[in-house]
């Protein structure tokens, strides 16, 4: 059985949880002030801003999403990693310095500096408010897909403790908790990857392995009834028949002769006897009859060099057509323009001292990042190969791999990925509650506030969100989180990259310019997503065929729309004044 709760498990993953939401309380009160509450008082450390950066970045998209996406279709899911990687080097050269010398505590700051002007302020806090929203969804997602294995409890139930936690963690100590929290799950995370990569590597490749439905090819089928049961084979689901794993090596190459197994393998050896090798690995097909929906999980047997080379995923690499290469490329400059623009990740750069702090703990950041993604690698391909996959979930690939060696490390592994989530969710959660409180309640409204009311104001906006999290994350449950996180990647990038980049770069750029540019780039990417053909089929229901957009990802379009835009309004409008464009 592939899901099953154990006593040590549950034990381990309440002391995490219990162990952060205590955390949180005790620096409480380190964050009573707004410049506490909403930067940490500048205070930060900018090495331990820099492995809060990765525990920030690093979310269930990178550890659940990323390793699921490679289990399942092979390299194409680790050019996500070289795509958020990749994102880095413009925060690094363009974002780290000035970003830190225009702002205060939140994005919108940076952007209306020089100019103290209300439409910059609203339209970039609603663009905050937006991008927070659909990386949020992803998050709880993950914890829900979490929960179920781990204690027993139904996918609603797991969002809905990820969102009590996280909105406790926010409210309790704001930034000063979230960094703490951050800073502990990026170097957990890190760390253990790096230790369950060893042990793939030292366990090396199997022959079937003797895992429970390896030598099964038949398909078994997922049926979900108008009520909502779930059956398999036209059985109840019941942990006695429960989805059986397939995912493991059909044959090694002709070198290890009649061996099932290889023995400990080096990183590269392990990456060519991979490639020689034959693998069964899942197909799925979707199904609509009058009983209701249902998909097929079928085993087939495929070569290791077809799971490692591009296009298993990306039809953009090797179909051919210009509509598939649009779209991966569109992808692909959305997570390399998007890093810098995500306001959880921006208002980080506020919690530490100077400019020279920032660009340290950005390198830190990379560095940490950069590891973890090349570990992605090797946690995606183990989870393919391992006996322990779940054909029904991708998002579940490295916790059950995890599984695989043992149900302690299975614990240590899930409550890792769930603080991963919960590092991330608190960022986000107070990029919202920054938005909201500080840019739209006291800047863009002219609410005057004392620095108390300023706090209590971000915790109820907080617990809002919060409460949005947990419905979102219920509503999106069947997606994979690594696709939903490239949703809020082509918002950030077309509302707030143009405007950040020809702030800092073009001294003709005036107020109107970078209202109309956030306005139209967040518009015309939500639009674009709404009307996608991905949206049509996973959210709507409908055929892909009723869309009216060409291809699915915005980026190629919407990104330079946004530059456009703000040259076009900046020229029509009067210049900046010698002191704006001087601050």
Same mark, same amino acid.
């Given at each position: 059985?592939?899901?099953?709760?154990?006593?040590?498990?549950?034990?381990?993953?309440?002391?995490?949880?219990?162990?952060?939401?205590?955390?949180?309380?005790?620096?409480?009160?380190?964050?009573?002030?707004?410049?506490?509450?909403?930067?940490?008082?500048?205070?930060?450390?900018?090495?331990?801003?820099?492995?809060?950066?990765?525990?920030?970045?690093?979310?269930?998209?990178?550890?659940?999403?990323?390793?699921?996406?490679?289990?399942?279709?092979?390299?194409?899911?680790?050019?996500?990693?070289?795509?958020?990687?990749?994102?880095?080097?413009?925060?690094?050269?363009?974002?780290?310095?000035?970003?830190?010398?225009?702002?205060?505590?939140?994005?919108?700051?940076?952007?209306?500096?020089?100019?103290?002007?209300?439409?910059?302020?609203?339209?970039?806090?609603?663009?905050?408010?937006? @991008?927070?929203?659909?990386?949020?969804? !992803?998050?709880?997602? %993950? /914890?829900?897909?979490?929960?179920? *294995? +781990?204690?027993? =409890?139904?996918?609603?139930?797991?969002?809905?403790?990820?969102?009590?936690?996280?909105?406790?963690?926010?409210?309790?100590?704001?930034?000063?908790?979230?960094?703490?929290?951050?800073?502990?799950?990026?170097?957990?995370?890190?760390?253990?990857?790096?230790?369950?990569?060893?042990?793939?590597?030292?366990?090396?490749?199997?022959?079937?392995?003797?895992?429970?439905?390896?030598?099964?090819?038949?398909?078994?089928?997922?049926?979900?009834?108008?009520?909502?049961?779930?059956?398999?084979?036209?059985?109840?689901?019941?942990?006695?028949?429960?989805?059986?794993? @397939?995912?493991?090596?059909?044959?090694? !190459?002709?070198?290890? %002769? /009649?061996?099932?197994?290889?023995? *400990? +393998?080096?990183? =590269?050896?392990?990456?060519?006897?991979?490639?020689?090798?034959?693998?069964?690995?899942?197909?799925?097909?979707?199904?609509?009859?009058?009983?209701?929906?249902?998909?097929?999980?079928?085993?087939?047997?495929?070569?290791?060099?077809?799971?490692?080379?591009?296009?298993?995923?990306?039809?953009?690499?090797?179909?051919?057509?210009?509509?598939?290469?649009?779209?991966?490329?569109?992808?692909?400059?959305?997570?390399?323009?998007?890093?810098?623009?995500?306001?959880?990740?921006?208002?980080?750069?506020?919690?530490?001292?100077?400019?020279?702090?920032?660009?340290?703990?950005?390198?830190?950041?990379?560095?940490?990042?950069?590891?973890?993604?090349?570990?992605?690698?090797?946690?995606?391909?183990?989870?393919?190969?391992?006996?322990?996959?779940?054909?029904?979930?991708?998002?579940?690939?490295?916790?059950?791999?995890?599984?695989?060696?043992?149900?302690?490390?299975?614990?240590?592994?899930?409550?890792?990925?769930?603080?991963?989530?919960?590092?991330?969710?608190?960022?986000?959660?107070?990029?919202?509650?920054?938005?909201?409180?500080?840019?739209?309640?006291?800047?863009?409204?002219?609410?005057?506030?004392?620095?108390?009311?300023?706090?209590?104001?971000?915790?109820?906006?907080?617990?809002?969100?919060?409460?949005?999290?947990?419905?979102?994350?219920?509503?999106?449950?069947?997606?994979?989180?690594?696709?939903?996180?490239?949703?809020?990647?082509?918002?950030?990038?077309?509302?707030?990259?143009?405007?950040?980049?020809?702030?800092?770069?073009?001294?003709?750029?005036?107020?109107?310019?970078?209202?109309?540019?956030?306005?139209?780039?967040?518009?015309?990417?939500?639009?674009?997503?709404?009307?996608?053909?991905?949206?049509?089929?996973?959210?709507?229901?409908?055929?892909?065929?009723?869309?009216?957009?060409?291809?699915?990802?915005?980026?190629?379009?919407?990104?330079?729309?946004?530059?456009?835009?703000?040259?076009?309004?900046?020229?029509?409008?009067?210049?900046?004044?010698?002191?704006?464009?001087?601050?």
């Amino acid at each position: 059985m592939i899901y099953e709760s154990s006593p040590v498990a549950i034990a381990i993953f309440a002391s995490f949880v219990v162990g952060v939401v205590g955390l949180s309380f005790w620096l409480g009160r380190k964050g009573q002030s707004a410049k506490g509450y909403y930067a940490a008082h500048g205070e930060i450390h900018w090495f331990v801003n820099g492995i809060a950066f990765a525990g920030d970045y690093l979310s269930a998209a990178s550890f659940l999403g990323i390793c699921g996406m490679i289990a399942f279709y092979g390299y194409d899911g680790f050019l996500y990693s070289i795509g958020f990687l990749a994102g880095w080097i413009v925060a690094l050269f363009v974002i780290a310095e000035p970003i830190k010398a225009l702002g205060k505590f939140t994005f919108a700051d940076a952007l209306d500096a020089r100019f103290n002007s209300r439409g910059i302020k609203l339209a970039v806090a609603i663009s905050t408010l937006i @991008v927070s929203v659909f990386y949020l969804i !992803p998050q709880m997602v %993950g /914890a829900g897909h979490l929960i179920v *294995p +781990l204690l027993g =409890l139904p996918h609603a139930v797991g969002v809905i403790l990820v969102g009590v936690a996280v909105t406790l963690i926010v409210v309790t100590a704001g930034m000063v908790s979230t960094t703490w929290v951050q800073f502990i799950k990026g170097s957990l995370l890190v760390f253990f990857c790096g230790v369950l990569t060893v042990m793939i590597l030292g366990r090396g490749l199997e022959v079937n392995a003797g895992r429970p439905g390896a030598e099964d090819l038949s398909p078994q089928v997922r049926t979900v009834t108008p009520a909502g049961t779930v059956l398999i084979n036209g059985q109840p689901q019941t942990a006695e028949n429960d989805l059986r794993s @397939v995912g493991t090596i059909h044959s090694l !190459p002709d070198r290890y %002769g /009649a061996a099932r197994e290889t023995g *400990p +393998l080096r990183p =590269l050896a392990y990456l060519s006897t991979l490639e020689d090798s034959k693998i069964i690995t899942w197909s799925a097909k979707k199904h609509q009859d009058e009983q209701g929906s249902h998909t097929t999980y079928t085993p087939t047997i495929r070569e290791g060099k077809d799971l490692l080379k591009p296009g298993g995923y990306f039809k953009g690499l090797s179909s051919g057509t210009l509509t598939d290469r649009l779209n991966f490329a569109s992808l692909m400059l959305a997570l390399f323009c998007g890093t810098a623009s995500l306001p959880h990740i921006l208002i980080r750069y506020y919690t530490v001292k100077d400019a020279a702090a920032a660009r340290k703990s950005t390198v830190v950041g990379i560095a940490a990042i950069g590891g973890f993604y090349v570990l992605t690698l090797y946690l995606g391909l183990g989870a393919m190969t391992s006996g322990y996959l779940d054909p029904t979930s991708s998002n579940m690939a490295a916790p059950l791999l995890a599984k695989s060696f043992s149900e302690t490390l299975f614990a240590v592994i899930s409550a890792i990925a769930f603080t991963t989530v919960l590092g991330t969710v608190s960022g986000l959660i107070m990029a919202g509650s920054g938005a909201v409180a500080h840019d739209l309640i006291e800047n863009c409204c002219g609410v005057t506030m004392t620095d108390h009311e300023k706090v209590r104001a971000g915790k109820i906006a907080a617990v809002g969100l919060g409460i949005a999290a947990m419905a979102l994350g219920i509503l999106f449950r069947n997606f994979n989180v690594s696709f939903l996180v490239g949703w809020a990647f082509h918002i950030a990038a077309s509302a707030n990259l143009p405007a950040l980049v020809m702030l800092l770069f073009w001294p003709r750029t005036t107020k109107q310019g970078i209202t109309a540019a956030v306005t139209v780039g967040m518009l015309s990417s939500l639009g674009w997503i709404l009307l996608s053909a991905d949206t049509f089929e996973k959210v709507y229901g409908l055929s892909r065929d009723a869309s009216p957009i060409p291809f699915s990802q915005p980026g190629l379009v919407t990104i330079p729309l946004g530059f456009v835009v703000l040259v076009v309004v900046s020229l029509l409008t009067p210049r900046p004044t010698p002191q704006q464009v001087a601050t």
